[in-house]
């Protein structure tokens, strides 16, 4: 669920990048490593296509605002935004929720009918003009509304979030190259910082098995930590 935009838009805006391209990049990287990672939650059965497919049109369509987003609201605003984002993530480590139980219940009664898909939409075109925006995937703000609005449980929502980025990032992407805001030669960057994320991807995978709950939990707090120090002193430098 954690997005890894909140660590790479935070490392090209240090490597002396400007706002547009860290947020193209980061989006890049998002689409090659979410086809990935939603193929291997297909393959476990954890991903819904038939749900999927409704959020993922939403992201499809919210996130085509991404380019008109950039080009109007000053990027000091949206750095400002993308730092809040990155607290509330980091927030959402340290307070464990105390209905998981009563989440799961309410998750067993969800069905995909007329309200359900509007709903799924409308979450997903909600997110894609928000998260894609900010460079991030979107999946702990989606995750939330999907939990309030349908009673999906983490275990149902984490994989939609990551199907609904393959949709949202692509768009994002055709957005701001036709906005002029993501250029050629930052389309080979981020495309390549998309294969290592690939690779991390896999490695990830066998390695999460290995790495105790507790360890993999401090480890991201310190990413998201570092995210929001670096993100802060661009904002006031």
């Known amino acids: 669920m954690a997005s890894g935009g909140m660590v790479i838009v935070p490392a090209m805006l240090l490597s002396g990048y400007g706002y547009d391209s860290a947020v193209g990049i980061s989006i890049l990287q998002m689409a090659c490593s979410s086809v990935v990672g939603s193929v291997a939650n ?133 957005s701001l190259y036709q906005s002029h805001i993501l250029e050629w030669q930052y389309l080979q960057w981020g495309l390549l910082v998309g294969v290592g994320s690939v690779l991390g991807v896999l490695v990830g995978v066998k390695l999460v098995t290995r790495v105790s709950a507790q360890l993999h939990r401090y480890l991201l707090i310190s990413a998201y930590a570092l995210s929001l120090v670096i993100s802060t002193y661009k904002l006031l430098a």
């Open 42 to 174: 297909f393959k476990k059965g954890l991903l819904d296509l038939h749900v999927g497919f409704w959020v993922g049109l939403g992201g499809l369509f919210g996130a085509g605002f991404s380019g008109v987003i950039l080009t109007h609201i000053p990027h000091k605003i949206l750095l400002g935004l993308f730092i809040l984002m990155t607290f509330y993530s980091l927030l959402r480590f340290f307070l464990k929720s105390k209905k998981s139980k009563e989440a799961d219940k309410r998750a067993r009664g969800f069905v995909l009918n007329l309200k359900s898909k509007c709903i799924l939409v409308a979450i997903g075109a909600l997110t894609g003009i928000f998260a894609i925006s900010l460079g991030i995937g979107g999946g702990v703000l989606m995750v939330s509304l999907l939990s309030h609005y349908l009673g999906l449980s983490p275990k149902q929502s984490v994989p939609l979030s990551l199907f609904f980025v393959v949709f949202s990032s692509i768009s994002g992407v055709a």
